[in-house]
């Protein structure tokens, strides 16, 4: 317990990716969820260009927020790698 709370205090290591990934998860739900709905907007039945948009909206949305995630994931990556290289550094070398 003590552990973890100098973890969380000191920003040593981010909790940011596994928060990503859980939105990532959301965002994904979310994306079918607004695909659905354009699907069954019609009057009285879904035709099939909503069908076809529906089904756009899907794709694109689970692309877009896959895309989105990795470029996230990727700066705290880099961030990690550069935290790695600092501390792997002699501590008189300075760059």
Known sequence: MKDL???LLNFNNLITPQVITFIYWLLM???VIAGL?????GYR???F???LVG???IVIGIVVTRIWCELLIVLFKMNEALQDIRSSKP???QS
Request: proline fraction near 0%; aromatic fraction near 4%.
């Open 5 to 7: 709370a100098k973890e």
């Open 29 to 31: 739900a979310g994306s």
């Open 37 to 41: 709905a354009v699907m069954n907007m």
């Open 45 to 47: 039945s879904m035709t």
């Open 49 to 51: 260009v909503q069908f």
């Open 55 to 57: 089904l756009g909206t």
């Open 91 to 93: 501590s008189g070398e």
